[in-house]
């Protein structure tokens, strides 16, 4: 974009921009700053077609993201600048907020050196919330008056609609469910309503391998090779460790892609998706780094298969979920009907609700993908932490941060993050149509599970909104 351009239109703009957020720090007038500026305006405009001009101008080649950019700001509903953190002529590093989940973001935007100092990227990395800005701690009472009113409120813009369990010290503080499991027969969700949990199953996943190393029956560092002696690819079944595999750091990639989309109602077996992606090499060399794999967590159902001798379903079904009490958390085939489940929701790019049901896989894997309510999940929080799953100390090497991820670290099929200064451990899950959270907070005795038939962050974003206003101890 021309500067004479650019200029013109912050001038147009700059009363709307000053008004959406009068507290906010002043931008330096130098070429990103303007850049940033100009960006603002038009983003958070939510204005297709100023942000489309926008683009043409300054950024033509991101032309083909504007339906994602679109979506996105439906999302965030815009972003509140908080703070720039670096500033340079070409270069600026700025934190942000988005208006509607409470999500803070680290945003760098770089211009080229020459005029007319067009965009030459822009990043946004998801960070935790700064301490200098964190939020107000609650009463306990007043944590379940503001929930309650946001949840009302989100319900009723079509933000929500799920279930929502809070519990202090193993007991509800709040229970409560919000709009239809079937819209078009007018089904309304329960406390009872299962929901599609996506990647959520990881933690069952990881309890059972957890299980089988106490037992002595593998080792964290055992090559995947030692279990399955017979996988295609000769240098992940050598090199890549069960420890790697739960830590995400195998290199063994997702499984998600065109492959998956044509063969979605083949893969009824953790061992058909090996058949489709056991011949792939490794990513990188095992250990190197974190790249999130639901790959990996297929292996190790298999690994759960091959030493427990029993199926995959059936292993969780009476190691973990038996014994924790949790009756209405499974992974049947979707064409088998399971009584109180949820339909999943999904926004077409022109606005429209549609069911999911064309894009869930044949069944739930080890990776993800079956179903729970919110009260099995307090349930499973409340076995792990009573030592019903696991002695103490596999408890807590499962669930100590290993790994460095945006926003904390990944411990053993376990994510782990410091929110307002409580540590909260647990997983979510997010899918077309499906969104999900567990967050374990052991220090101030809260847990949190929450549960929607939407598209993300229709959870997360209140689960969020839960754990980042926690009472002080």
């Known amino acids: 974009m021309k500067t004479v351009a650019l200029l013109s239109l912050v001038a147009v703009a700059a009363v709307a921009f000053v008004g959406a957020a009068p507290t906010a720090p002043a931008i330096p007038n130098t070429p990103a700053g303007r850049a940033l500026h100009a960006w603002f305006v038009a983003f958070d405009s939510g204005n297709r077609a100023t942000y489309r001009r926008f683009m043409q101008t300054e950024e033509p080649a991101r032309l083909s993201r504007l339906n994602g950019d679109m979506d996105f700001r439906q999302m965030t509903g815009g972003f509140d600048l908080k703070k720039i953190e670096r500033s340079a002529p070409t270069r600026i590093v700025a934190l942000v907020e988005d208006r509607l989940n409470e999500q803070f973001a680290r945003l760098t935007l770089t211009v080229n050196n020459a005029p007319p100092n067009t965009i030459r990227a822009i990043d946004l990395e998801a960070i935790s919330r700064p301490a200098e ?7 306990a009472s007043g944590l379940v008056d503001a929930l309650r009113t946001k949840l009302r409120q989100d319900a009723a813009v079509g933000r929500f609609a799920g279930a929502v369990l809070v519990a202090h010290n193993g007991q509800p503080i709040f229970e409560q469910a919000y709009g239809l499991a079937d819209r078009e027969h007018r089904i309304p969700n329960t406390l009872q309503t299962r929901f599609r949990i996506g990647s959520m199953n990881k933690m069952f996943t990881a309890v059972s391998i957890m299980q089988l190393v106490q037992a002595g029956k593998i080792g964290l560092d055992d090559p995947l090779g030692k279990i399955l002696t017979d996988y295609p690819n000769k240098d992940v079944a050598a090199q890549v460790t069960i420890r790697e595999l739960l830590t ?49 967590f297929i292996l190790l159902g298999l690994v759960v298969e091959k030493v427990s001798g029993q199926s995959y379903y059936d292993y969780v079904r009476d190691h973990v979920y038996a014994p924790a009490g949790m009756t209405s958390t499974g992974s049947q085939p979707e064409d088998q009907p399971v009584p109180n489940t949820s339909i999943g929701y999904t926004q077409s790019p022109h606005g429209r609700w549609q069911p999911n049901t064309d894009t869930l896989p044949y069944r739930g894997t ?34 100590t941060g290993k790994i460095d991820m ?19 451990f647990g997983h979510n899950g997010g899918a077309p149509g499906m969104n999900g959270d567990l967050e374990i907070c052991p220090l101030p005795g809260y847990v949190v599970a929450v549960l929607a038939n939407m598209d993300p962050p229709a959870a997360g974003r209140i689960s969020d909104f839960i754990t980042n206003r926690f009472p002080a101890r």
């Open 366 to 399: 080890s990776a993800g993908g079956g179903y729970s309510t919110v009260g099995d999940l307090v349930r499973f929080a409340n076995a792990l932490q009573n030592h019903t799953l696991l002695d103490a100390a596999h408890t807590d090497m499962m669930t």
């Open 133 to 139: 800005f964190a939020l107000a701690r609650l009463s």
């Open 406 to 424: 945006p926003g904390g670290k990944y411990d053993f099929g376990f994510g782990e993050s410091i929110i307002n200064g409580v540590r909260c």
């Open 248 to 296: 995400h750091t195998g290199g063994t990639g997702d499984i998600f892609g065109p492959e998956f989309a044509t063969h979605r109602l083949q893969l009824r077996t953790l061992a058909d998706y090996e058949k489709l992606y056991g011949t792939r090499a490794p990513l990188f060399k095992p250990g190197a780094r974190f790249d999130y794999s639901n790959y990996g």
